[in-house]
């Protein structure tokens, strides 16, 4: 298979993944899009370091997230929120409502404090992991995700989820 074949193939099987997490981490939908889009070309341009049997799509998600962090550290930005979600698996019942009010709530923490959150809760990945892919120690992963999770405690869009524990 041809080099490019082999990326557009992975990136059509990647690309929704990708996109459901610059969603979270962004808050925007035209601002996820232009984050997976940066992300895609960043590996496209990396494509031939790229070991097709260690995970890619792992690789692409560090990237995501470090571009997100590196984009937040450079400048200040306005984030809008929206009521759009991406589509569900067809079937599948959630409430849309607990869900718009948990995006709005990702929306208010710090962006590092967000891209904690989604990559250790969302995603579930390890505090080593989280602490490789967002480029700090592990004590800093534990102490922001803590104080994350703090702040969305007490957050009053989340209250109906406190009354359930």
Known sequence: ???????????????????????????????????????????YVNWHRVDL??????????????????????????????????????????????????ARALAELKPTERAVVVARYIDDRPVAEVATLLDRSEGWVRTTSSRALARLRVNPLLAPLAALT
């Open 1 to 43: 298979m041809h080099v490019i074949d082999e990326f557009e193939a992975w990136a059509v099987q990647a690309t929704p993944r990708l996109f459901r997490h610059a969603r979270l981490l962004m808050g925007d939908w035209q601002l996820a899009e232009d984050l997976v889009q940066d992300t895609l070309a960043k590996m």
């Open 53 to 102: 049997d260690h995970n890619p799509t792992g690789y692409a998600l560090q990237t995501l997230f470090r571009l997100f962090v590196s984009r937040r550290r450079r400048k200040s930005s306005g984030e809008i929120a929206t009521d759009l979600i991406p589509e569900t698996l067809a079937g599948t019942r959630i409430d849309h409502e607990l869900r718009l009010d948990l």
